[in-house]
């Protein structure tokens, strides 16, 4: 056998090999390894391609070497996922950086990081201004996560005593001119229903790209043709503002009837309209 | 423009909304929501009933008015 055909056939072993064993050890982004996985991956990558190029001449000594480095680290996951303290060996602790507001110079040391460096990553999560940090802390990976004071924190619906509305995931139902099944049924949709909303926009599904439904059953459609101007879905809009207008009338007609009976009916439904426009609010406004 | 079709307009743009309700009450995902807009139709449909009863008295009191 001619070298370079037992080089091409070693390669594509080892290739196949190689995929097969870093699917194997998992999802894990490669920026988001810690330095022990780091090394595993090295390793394979190195002694596959030795072996490949036949550097190491021995095959089997390749594939034994090959398979501690893919083994070991699958049994080390395997005790790390039940024992804390073999996680922390192997993958190291967190730090924190920042606790109570103050930076913890002693640990910023301990960790390898300059003060210039910790401004650095505290910018990458929009925070300029060291003293909005309650706590930070240094993850294994080498990412900073902050935790900002609490006057410091973006204001949330649930701080403001808003009710908004529950907002589920948009299904994609048309994509590229072509109708999405699944997207509509995970809707309890069918194309009947699409044929329709479609029909109302005045649009043909060929000239569709993207169409996707929300969570209030309101068709999207994005067009190939950018040109052409497509009402977005006001349809909530429109209704909080028709019964607000109604609920305007009514008060009108209170106060322009005469009569007491019909006066009181016209201010008891206009006064009904108004507690049923502030309850559908946060379903038809926000 | 006279009471009855002013009254009238209302009435209609009440209907309106109250279908759109109903279709939301039927097509919208979360429970609460559903609810709620099954609640509006509700509150909707009582308020229809008194104004068209007041329609209604109002075409007997001024006959002339019908059908405007």
């Not at chain 1, 056998?1 to 194997?24: D, G, H, N």
């Not at chain 1, 070497?65 to 602790?93: C, E, F, I, N, Q």
Request: charged content about 25%.
């Amino acid at each position: 056998m001619p070298e370079w055909v037992e080089i091409l056939l070693r390669s594509l072993a080892l290739f196949l090999l190689a995929f097969l064993l870093v699917r194997a050890l998992g999802k894990k982004h490669p920026a988001k390894m810690s330095p022990f996985t780091f090394v595993v991956y090295s390793a394979i990558a190195v002694t596959a391609a030795l072996t490949a190029l036949k550097v190491i001449e021995n095959f089997i000594f390749g594939l034994v070497s090959l398979a501690v480095w893919a083994l070991t680290p699958l049994a080390l996951d395997y005790l790390a996922a039940r024992s804390k303290m073999v996680h922390d060996l192997l993958h190291g602790k967190e730090t924190v950086l920042i606790k109570q507001g103050k930076i913890m110079e002693e640990n910023l040391k301990q960790a390898r990081l300059t003060a210039e460096e910790l401004l650095r990553d505290l910018r990458a999560k929009d925070v300029f201004n060291a003293a909005d940090v309650e706590f930070a802390v240094l993850e294994t990976t080498g990412d900073v996560n902050v935790l900002l004071k609490s006057d410091k924190k973006p204001i949330t619906p649930h701080q403001m005593e808003w009710k908004v509305l529950p907002q589920t995931e948009p299904q994609t139902v048309i994509m590229d001119g072509n109708i999405i099944n699944e997207g509509l049924t995970n809707m309890g949709l069918n194309q009947g229903w699409l044929a329709v909303e479609l029909e109302k926009a005045g649009v043909a599904l060929e000239n569709v790209f993207v169409g996707q439904v929300d969570s209030q059953g309101e068709l999207y459609l994005d067009l190939f043709d950018d040109a052409v101007q497509l009402p977005q879905p006001k349809v909530r809009e429109l209704l909080y503002a028709g019964l607000e207008k109604a609920q305007a009338d009514l008060v009108n007609f209170a106060a322009q009837v005469e009569g007491e009976e019909a006066k009181n009916m016209y201010a008891g439904n206009a006064g009904k309209l108004e507690q049923l426009l502030a309850r559908l609010r946060p379903y038809l406004l926000r | 423009m006279t009471v009855g079709s002013q009254l009238k307009q209302t009435l209609a743009s009440l209907r309106g909304a109250r279908g759109t309700m109903r279709a939301y009450a039927n097509q919208a995902r979360d429970e609460e929501a559903r609810n709620a807009y099954g609640e509006g139709v509700e509150e909707l449909n009582a308020v229809i009933g008194d104004l068209e009863e007041r329609l209604k008295a109002l075409e007997t009191a001024e006959p002339q008015y019908r059908g405007l």
